[in-house]
Structure formats: C-alpha cells, structure tokens
C-alpha cells in the first residue's frame, strides 16, 4: 500500500493529462510542482475542504499556522485492488460509462463554444446526463452507479475550471492545457464519494474489502489499517491492467517526531552521482545515479517495437501495450522506491538539509533531457521536503542562480565557469584541488545559512569537505604472506 498526501489544487491538472505511455515513466514535474508521475489521481479535485494541510506538505510555512495544522489532514491511501472475473467486467462497464459521459459532456461545450452559443453550465450537463439516460443510445448508462458519472461531470468542471486559471495566471506552476478526450487505452478510474454508499470492511491479516454499489465487494491488500473513515474511494485501472483502490482519509495531524540528531546535510544532484552530500561534522558522501530507465531502455524499447507491429484494434495489440506500460511501471517503481529511501534517511539522520533550486524544465530542454527526467530531481526534493515536515527536520532551498559549482569553498574565490565535464578543478587562488560536485554541496550548505555550523567543525572543515582529495587515511598496503593459500 502507498500513503500519499492529497494536494488539492496541486493535483487537479491532471484530469487532462493523458500522456501516452512512453512520456509518463520520465514525466518529471517543474519546480514547484508536485504532481508525481504514478499518482495522477484525477478525483482529487473534488474534494474541496479548505485550509486542509496534508501530513506531508511541502509547504513549511503552514506548518506554522497551528490552526490550519490541527484541523486535520487528508492523505490518501492507495491499494492493490483485485477484482474477481465478474467485477473486472462490472468495472469495465462503469470505466466505459465514466468515459462516456466524460467525453459527451466536454464535445457538448466544445460544439458550443464552437457554434457561439452560450457554454452549458454544470447543472445543464447534470440534467442532459440524466435525460440521456432516458434514450435508447444511451440507456446503458443507468446500469451503473450514478456517483461516479456525476464525478466525472465534476472532474470535467474543474479541468475547465484549471484550464482557465492557469491561462489568467490565477494558478501557477506550469500552464494548464484544455480538457481533452479520454481514451479507453488510457487510465481509467471512477470515484464513489460517501453519497455513494460504499463501505469498508478490514478484517486485518492484509486483506481489505471494499462493497461498491453495483459492482460488489472487491478485495484489495492492505498493509496497514486506514485510520479513519474513508470521505471517497477511487478504483483505478491502470494501463497495464492493475487495479488499485485509492481512499481519502481525513485524519488527524500527526504528532511531530522528535528533532533528528543535530547535524546538517549540503546536497547537490546530478547526473553522474544523484546526489552528493556533504555533513557538518566533515563526513561525506556521493549516491550512485542507478539511471534506472536507461537500464531497461533495450528492453523497453523491444516492447514498444512489439507493439507498433500489432494490428489495430486487435487483442494482441492490447497485450502489447500492457506490457508496454508494465515496463514503464517498473522502471518508475523502482526510481520511486530509490527516492523514498534517500529522502527518509536524509531527514532522519539530519536536524537541516540545504538543497539547490534547480530549474529542472529549463534542463529538460537540453541535450541532456532525457537523463534529467530520469534523475528524477524534482520527486526527490518534494519527497525530501515532505518527509521533513513529518520528522520535523528544516530543509533550506537555496536559488538556481547560487553559482555553486564557480566558487570555491575554502576561499570564496569566484573562478568562472566550468563546462560539465570538469570533474575536478584547481582553485587559482588558493591552489585548493577541489572536486566538482563535493565543492557545490558544500557551497549550498554555505549559501543555506549554515556557515556557523560548518565554521564550527574547525576552520578547515570546509576544505576537507570540498578538495577532490581528502586526508587519505588508506589503510597500509597489506603484503600478504608468500605461501598463501585460496
Ligand atoms: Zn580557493
């Protein structure tokens, strides 16, 4: 089971985004965004309760506000779900439908923004849904759950609703397209709010069941209980064929964990390392970059070859393209994963981490695109931002424009810029060797406020932090005996 925080708002662009399959394993959010690739949950936008902060939010400053904290929080619970044969078919139905009445209700606003006739308003769509239930074409759609059609006329609102703020600046971070179709090869997903009457029952041993109107009582695994109540739940089919259960939870604010130990962390990311720390008590360390779709790229691509030689509209070709969006699923499990673990032990192990701003869309437009998304800096600073929040750790961003890897950190001195390739530089003022990445960390930990604490550590911590070669302390060549044997 994955926990995850609902950001409204932050979410609600992706009602649209129906990326083909290939673009969504490297999807990489821009600076300051904080959708992530695999939970694009349409339904968040729906709920609407304000000043919620959630558990793990990666604004700091409403932590503060102890009054917005205490109200609660939501997150969102998501599980594997597994259908048995005659829900899977039950679900499909209601998906259909979902789709459908999606589908209609924005080629209905469409043609009339086209025609210049005025823009149906919600409550014209709600009524068309129920008339259209009325006619023989569309009859089908009363044998399904109503909620969830509904939601989708809802979800279709605040894509619009999206659309239209991020295009008067009223909703920052990167811009909103227009709602566009749904496609049956995509996602799909249909969200029962409480309304709906659907119910929970976890008996414990990791099975869950949840009873949805229409469609039964579907199992899912649930590794730990939801602790309260669930406000809606959500079934997902993803493209590569898995179902997943998602719950919002209101719950209570949890209880701040005490302080890490009082160290602080300078991390810069790249390419050749993901990350490269360096500690306040003159430790240091560099995180390999697993380049985890580059790995499978061959493999990837076989399945995509695969794929574009089935026939269309055939079975296989649908066999092709679940295999398609398994592999990506993979690769983006296991870079998520990755994440997750460097993030929690950062913020366990330190009081401060300094991070760099980075423009992660500006890079993506470069050469090095590619790697970029892959590297996936983005999801592991929110990651690491959301984690500190929980285990009361400060995390300091330093700006983009911070020339990090130009000065030098035991002198200060500025020595100009350095292309990409220079792993390793010699300070021309004070003849430091200094190594590229080792120097940059220490420089965000410096541009973070935390001089005192690195000026602390003795005067030539910071030296030894940044030189490409630090204090050797190899152990003596061994000399191993003359007659040894295996
Ligand atoms: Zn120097």
Known sequence: MIVLAVELRQFASEVHSHLPHHLLAVRQDRAGERATPIFRDEHQMCVTVPHCVSATSDKPNLIHDTKSYRRGVLKRYRCRAYPTGEQHRALSRLFGCCRVVFNDALAARESARRAGRPIPSKGELSAALTAAKATPERAWLAEVSSVPLQQSLADLHRAYANFFDSHTGKRKGRKVGAPRFKRRTHRQSARFTRNAGFGVLEPGAGAGFVRLPKIGRVRYESSRPLPADPSSVTVIREADGRHYVSFVVDEPAPAVVPASPARAAG?????????????????????????WLRSKERGLARAQRAYSRTMKGSKNRDKARRKVAAAHRKVRETRLDHHHKLALR????????????????????????KSVHDAGWSTLRRLIEEKAARYGAVVHTISQWEPTSQVCAGCGVRDGKKPLDVRVWVCSS????????????????????????????????????????PVKQEPAEQILPDGEAA
Request: overall charge negative; aromatic content about 2%; glycine content about 8%.
């Open 267 to 291: 991390v810069d990311v790249g390419l050749t390392d993901l990350a490269t720390i360096v500690y306040d008590d003159g430790t240091r360390e560099k995180i390999d970059n697993p380049r």
């Open 430 to 469: 004070c003849g430091l060797v200094l190594d590229r990445d080792y120097n940059a960390a220490v420089n965000v930990m410096l541009a973070a406020g935390l001089v005192e604490r690195v000026n602390a550590c003795g005067g030539s911590v910071r030296r030894v932090l940044a030189c490409a070669d």
């Open 346 to 369: 950062l913020v366990r192990e330190n009081q401060a981490v300094a991070l760099e701003g980075l423009s992660v869309a500006g890079l993506a437009r470069t050469r090095l695109a």
